[in-house]
């Protein structure tokens, strides 16, 4: 097995037992099983189970910077805005199982020591690339509009990781880029 496919199981089988069992119930043990590698793999490659935590939320980071980033790509202001949406819309539902599971760590007060500083990074560069689209847009209050586009996306994520049958999604998007789209013109 390389290396890197090693560690990419445990990480997947760390996710999709964190997200089913909780953090707290899940043990190091059934991680190394669901992954199908041994105890002793796992510790060659994270020193604890809260490591592979953290690891999960940093690979998730990036992914989520890569998808902010096309917020300042080049192309007009609507053509940004609108792949944005479609790579948020897109990794909401292909990537439903780390969303749950980063929103439930929200609420875990124990977990908040391993968890916080990485997703108010994650939020903060958000915003910034968000302020900086709408203030190229010629947005009059852009701190306010980036604000609030960021509630809405979250607004629909809750939406759409509280499996409501049925969701628009498409269509949400669509709306979102209506309201959007003549932002400062």
Do not use: W
Request: aromatic content about 12%; glycine content about 6%; proline content about 3%.
């Amino acid at each position: 097995m390389r290396p890197q496919i090693g560690k990419e199981k445990i990480l997947e089988a760390a996710l999709h037992l964190f997200a089913q069992n909780g953090f707290h119930t899940t043990s190091v043990n059934e991680i190394a099983v669901r992954a199908g590698v041994s105890k002793g793999l796992l510790y060659n490659y994270f020193d604890s189970k809260e490591e592979v935590l953290v690891t999960i939320i940093e690979q998730a980071s990036e992914q989520m910077f890569e998808i902010a980033r096309t917020l300042m790509s080049h192309g007009t202001y609507k053509e940004r805005l609108g792949h944005f949406l479609d790579h948020y819309m897109n990794s909401l539902e292909t990537h439903k199982t780390y969303f749950s599971f980063q929103l439930s760590l929200l609420f875990q007060p124990s977990l908040k020591q391993y968890v916080q500083k990485l997703l108010h990074r994650r939020i903060d560069y958000i915003l910034q690339l968000t302020t900086e689209m709408f203030r190229k847009a010629g947005c009059e209050a852009p701190e306010q509009m980036a604000r609030r586009f960021v509630c809405e996306l979250d607004g629909v994520a809750v939406q759409v990781l509280s499996e409501f049958p049925g969701f628009p999604l498409h269509e949400v998007r669509e709306q979102l880029f209506l309201n959007y789209r003549s932002v400062g013109t």
